[in-house]
């Protein structure tokens, strides 16, 4: 099985003129890009990078990125997207934790980097892609400075490809180590599940720091096909860009297909071309599916059902299930059957003994798609990937007769808000630092927009304003992980061991729905 880099090479070969990314108002060939790439791969080296290193980046979506992505793969290092999102000592602990020797930042993020670049312990060097005046090595003229060559360091597919951070329930952000294997085993099916062909174009419209993003990235070049890069997800740009570039294929979050039901300028543009919308990353309501599939009438649904730990999708709901007046309209609630390579069991979490057909437990998945691991943490990755190959995605559910997958609620503590992956433990973390918060628990509730929304449950010693525990949350965090209400309690219920009954906290505001995820 080739390396990612070395089927990038052979599409460059096969069709030299054929366009590989459109991003904004630049177009780039698979001749230019493959070039682009061996480019990246020297300036890299020339930095001090090799095999095993990583290379962080923050950016919003752009050509740079992705070239980057290959260029770091083609010496056998692995690129460390971040979350744009993030607060600056977040993105410090990211690029710390992976050793980065090179950080490159857009210029969306200069004041970031200025406000961590005296602490980071292992970068060498800080790139700033385009922008005003900085103190940073600037990206074009690095790349000129450097002749492209072919790499000197054999790729093995086992290597790591890229690290993606997960927010992980001790608090403190988990690198998930994605190898070329894990994505030539997660590839492959796209081409007869999403009826790929050569005339197919692919928007990337999630941020490449997803594993959404990088996944349709990577599926570009493994399929190679056009590529349309999407800046930002923006829903009116989405939109136009769709219509400009005639896209038939785009994966969105949920929370996008809301918006874009809601805006006079998204019902101007003309998407008769796409033939193909995949959706997920958090659950969806039938309503907005209903609205979706009102406004695309002549484009097919898919969703899909992932983790960052499994490459992405490892089930999917086929096109010929959106039929909520067919026969089976309680498929639309279901996150559909497993991938050609993906086996699933149901096991009670505790004992880890496999249930019945229609019985809830931890959903545990086997596939070549599951993460080699996680970075510096094995202790962690021994209690994710257990002895018999399964990966405990901490979700649970149940399986049906006719082996569909339905998602009940959630082993761990997990708050899905917008499609945004928010562990309570790191915003607890962040609230205990507060003066006068005795005790605290952060759960998720519903929220009509985001799917769920963070609330925050407080022991005060004093009388504190809910906005300022929020402000208090909002200097230290992304805002998206931070609670947007604050509800104070004399204690918080614990279990004999001192375990948060996050159950019973959330019951009541769950009250009515048919499952404790929105």
Known sequence: MPSLTEILRDRAQQHPDRIAFHAGDTTITYRDFDRRVDQAAAALAAAGVGHGDRVAVLDKNSLEYAEQLFGAARIGAAQVPINYRLAPDEVAYIVNNARAKVFIVGPD??????????????????????????????????????????????????????????????????????????????????????????????????????????????????????????????????????????????????????????????????????????????????????????????????????????????????????DPDGPNPHRLRSAGIPGPTCHLKIVDPATFEELPTGQVGEILCRTPQNMKGYWAMEEATEAALLPDGYFRTGDAGYLDEDGYLFIHDRVKDMIVSGGENIYPAEVENVLMKHPQVTDCAVIGVPDERWGERPKGIVVLAGDVPEQELIGFCRERLAHFKCPTSIERRDAIPRNPTGKILKRELRAPYWEGHDRAVH
């Open 109 to 322: 993020f200069v004041p970031v980097l200025d406000a961590i670049a005296d602490r980071l312990e292992h970068t060498r060097l800080t790139v700033v892609i385009g922008g005003g005046e900085h103190a940073h090595q600037d990206y074009a003229a690095w790349m000129d400075a450097h002749e492209p060559g072919p790499p000197a360091d054999a790729v093995d597919t086992s290597d790591v490809f890229v690290q993606l951070y997960s927010s992980g329930t001790t608090g403190l952000p988990k690198g998930v180590m994605l190898t070329h294997d894990n994505f030539n085993a997660a590839l492959p099916m796209t081409n007869e599940l999403w009826d790929i062909d050569d005339a197919t174009v692919l928007m990337i419209a999630m941020p490449m720091y997803h594993v959404a993003g990088n996944a349709t990235t990577v599926c570009v070049i493994y399929t190679g096909i056009t590529g349309v890069i999407a800046r930002e997800p923006d829903p009116v740009a989405i939109a136009r860009a769709v219509e400009r570039h005639r896209v038939t294929h785009v994966f969105l979050v949920p929370v996008l297909l809301q918006f874009m039901q809601l805006m006079p300028e998204v019902a101007e543009a003309d998407m008769s071309s796409l033939r193909l919308l995949l959706y997920g990353a958090s659950p969806i309501s039938e309503d907005v599916l209903r609205g979706a599939m009102r406004m695309l009438p002549g484009t097919g649904f898919m969703q899909v059902y992932g983790l960052t730990e499994t490459t992405g999708a490892i089930t999917y709901l086929p096109v010929e299930d959106h």
